[in-house]
């Protein structure tokens, strides 16, 4: 989607011009695990005019493992492993950078590179409230290339259901329902030591201090702490929810009221809740449910429904001739399907213009979510101001940010 007004752009000038080689975007690659580097780092050298200088990570093995990677495609042995991610935003030859860190990492990370004059591309979603609107309001006031590592836009399956929505094929929009799958308990573990290559320091950064135990660092682990990310609701909600953004127009706000009910696990290592029901009202009177439950969602509208089961599950609808529906370029309600969100970013790079996923579009996707997650806190319905982003609550707006560690 293009975003009009926003400032203009400054990219590095050996981008382009006889002296570019090939006009390749360069980029580094900060952590390259398992979607860091099957997703991200896959993707990205699949494109010819982006070439990977370096790949970093906390961990020794990651990082020889993507090296080969990106050695294999190159057919040289010219990429760079980096322990430290500020070694690898210190380099001049590095136009772009590739954030695949737990979520924790997300702003900060992203504030560093953009400090360091980056380009960025980042995953998905914020920490907090707080940070998410500082973020958004850098990347408007600079004019910075900010693209969200999310796919969903540019699945065929959601952009079909978002496309029917905003063109009134279901009529009028009344409740959108949206399943999250439940994520497995983990018991807790002793502290063990740090393995031999790992910077664990690193690794937590702006994360409160803690022992080191064998799953930590495995993303199904630290996506259930609360120091680190907010459990399914702020993993797979961020797919699904968006989608469900984007078909009620509300890509780039959030809902006026929320309350919900959650529990979390006791005598684990999980701290956000496993199982949940949370429920929105937008100011145009649609609401939306979401649920601990499976991958899906399903729009209502006066004249009918439309969606479906499972990640990229089979289209639904109560009639499935509304999929066979054809808009004008000139009047579709909904912007052209990108291939990628990572050949997206390139082209955006390119030719100035803003990512159909922007930094405002992840601020406030991570803002709906994290809104579930402090109802479920407080225990009490809440009503939010989109435009002050705040509750009408003092201990609901205490949540919105945090603390963060000092490190070094």
């Not at 382009?16 to 080689?21: D, E, K, R, S, Y």
């Not at 680190?228 to 399914?232: V, Y």
């Not at 599950?313 to 066979?324: A, F, P, Q, V």
């Given at each position: 989607?293009?975003?009009?007004?926003?400032a203009?752009?400054?990219?590095?000038?050996?981008l382009?011009?006889?002296?570019?080689?090939s006009n390749?975007?360069?980029?580094?690659?900060?952590?390259?695990?398992h979607?860091?580097k099957r997703v991200n780092?896959v993707s990205?050298?699949?494109?010819?005019?982006?070439?990977v200088?370096?790949?970093?990570?906390?961990?020794?093995?990651?990082r020889?493992i993507?090296?080969?990677?990106?050695?294999?495609r190159?057919?040289?042995?010219?990429?760079?492993t980096?322990?430290?991610?500020?070694?690898?935003?210190?380099?001049?030859d590095?136009?772009?950078?590739?954030?695949?860190t737990?979520?924790?990492?997300?702003?900060?990370?992203?504030?560093?590179?953009?400090?360091?004059?980056?380009?960025?591309?980042?995953e998905?979603?914020?920490l907090?409230?707080a940070?998410?609107r500082?973020?958004?309001d850098?990347?408007?006031?600079?004019?910075?290339?900010?693209?969200?590592?999310?796919?969903?836009?540019s699945?065929?399956?959601?952009?079909m259901?978002?496309?029917?929505?905003?063109?009134?094929?279901?009529?009028?929009l009344?409740?959108?329902?949206v399943?999250?799958?439940?994520?497995?308990i983990?018991?807790h573990?002793?502290?063990?030591?740090?393995p031999a290559?790992?910077?664990?320091?690193?690794w937590?950064?702006?994360?409160p201090?803690?022992?080191y135990?064998?799953?930590?660092?495995?993303p199904?682990v630290?996506?259930?702490?609360?120091d680190?990310?907010?459990?399914?609701l702020?993993d797979?909600?961020?797919?699904?929810?968006?989608?469900?953004?984007?078909?009620?127009?509300?890509?780039?706000?959030?809902?006026?009221?929320?309350?919900?009910k959650?529990v979390?696990?006791?005598?684990?290592?999980?701290?956000?809740?496993?199982?949940y029901e949370?429920?929105?009202?937008?100011a145009?009177g649609?609401?939306?449910?979401?649920?601990?439950d499976?991958?899906?969602?399903r729009?209502?509208?006066?004249?009918?429904?439309?969606?479906?089961?499972?990640?990229r599950?089979?289209?639904?609808?109560?009639?499935?001739?509304?999929?066979?529906r054809?808009?004008?370029?000139?009047?579709?309600?909904?912007?052209p399907r990108?291939?990628t969100?990572?050949r997206?970013?390139?082209?955006?790079i390119k030719?100035?213009?803003?990512?159909?996923?922007?930094?405002?579009s992840?601020?406030?996707?991570?803002t709906?979510?994290?809104?579930?997650?402090?109802?479920m806190e407080?225990d009490?319905?809440?009503?939010?101001?989109?435009?002050a982003?705040?509750?009408?609550?003092?201990?609901?707006?205490?949540l919105?940010?945090?603390?963060?560690?000092k490190?070094a």
């Open positions: 989607m293009l975003v009009a007004g926003t203009p752009l400054v990219l590095p000038s050996r382009f011009g006889a002296n570019a080689p390749q975007i360069t980029l580094g690659c900060v952590g390259v695990g979607h860091g780092l990205f050298l699949a494109e010819p005019d982006c070439r200088l370096a790949v970093c990570d906390a961990y020794f093995d990651r020889q993507a090296r080969r990677l990106v050695n294999e190159y057919d040289n042995t010219d990429c760079t980096i322990a430290d991610f500020r070694d690898l935003l210190a380099r001049p590095i136009d772009a950078v590739v954030i695949s737990p979520d924790h990492w997300h702003v900060p990370m992203t504030e560093m590179a953009l400090d360091a004059g980056k380009i960025v591309f980042c998905k979603p914020t907090t409230i940070e998410g500082r973020l958004a850098r990347v408007k006031r600079t004019g910075a290339v900010f693209a969200t590592g999310l796919e969903d836009r699945v065929v399956h959601y952009h259901m978002a496309q029917a929505v905003r063109n009134g094929a279901i009529g009028e009344k409740h959108i329902q399943g999250l799958p439940e994520k497995p983990y018991a573990e002793a502290p063990v030591a740090v290559g790992f910077d664990f320091n690193l937590l950064g702006p994360a201090e803690r022992d135990t064998p799953q930590l660092t495995d199904q630290w996506r259930q702490i609360r680190f990310s907010g459990g399914s702020t797979w909600g961020a797919h699904l929810i968006d989608t469900a953004q984007v078909g009620n127009f509300a890509e780039n706000t959030t809902p006026v009221a929320v309350s919900g959650g979390t696990p006791k005598d684990s290592v999980n701290t956000v809740p496993q199982t949370i429920n929105y009202t937008y145009n649609v609401t939306l449910q979401v649920v601990s499976q991958p899906s969602i729009f209502e509208g006066t004249d009918g429904w439309v969606g479906n089961k499972g990640w599950g089979k289209l639904e609808s109560s009639n499935m001739e509304i999929y066979r054809k808009y004008d370029a000139a009047t579709d309600q909904i912007w990108p291939r969100e990572h997206n970013f390139i082209d955006c030719s100035g213009e803003q990512p159909t996923y922007n930094a405002e992840l601020h406030q996707l991570s709906v979510m994290h809104m579930g997650a402090i109802a407080v009490r319905p809440l009503k939010w101001d989109p435009q982003e705040s509750f009408d609550h003092i201990s609901a707006n205490a919105r940010s945090r603390e963060q560690r490190w």
